[in-house]
Nanobody
Framework: QVQLVESGGGLVQAGGSLRLSCVAS????????MGWFRQAPGKERELVTA???????YYSDSVKGRFAISRDNAKNTVYLQLNSLKPEDTAIYSC????????????????WGQGTQVTVSS
């Protein structure tokens, strides 16, 4: 049974940075796509960024140039570097993966972690 546990969230001023981590257990992340979603209060969950099993990345327009996703298969961990944060980035950030190996990184995803809160003050 795959479990995803996120960490690294917190309170930061606008323009600041955070680094989120997502550690997987119960299964390797090697060969699987990984994504980061966020959900702000009153809004739907959205895919922010994703990385394919081969390292190809996707970024939503709202975070392109500011966020960076990376993966360390040896550590079974995926990271999200958040730079130049804005108040509108405030949300719960969750990592996700799929059940099928070697699948692409587009929606839908199958499994999510509990998430970590990111709050950006103005």
């Amino acid at each position: 049974q795959v479990q995803l546990v996120e960490s690294g969230g917190g309170l930061v001023q606008a323009g600041g940075s955070l680094r989120l981590s997502c550690v997987a257990s119960g299964r390797t992340i090697r060969g699987y796509p990984m994504g980061w979603f966020r959900q702000a209060p009153g809004k739907e969950r959205e895919l922010v960024t994703a990385i394919s099993w081969s390292g190809v990345t996707y970024y939503s327009d709202s975070v392109k140039g500011r966020f960076a996703i990376s993966r360390d298969n040896a550590k079974n961990t995926v990271y999200l570097q958040l730079n130049s944060l804005k108040p509108e980035d405030t949300a719960i950030y969750s990592c996700a993966t799929k059940l099928r190996p070697l699948s692409d990184y587009i929606l839908p995803y199958d499994l999510w972690g509990q998430g970590t809160q990111v709050t950006v003050s103005s």
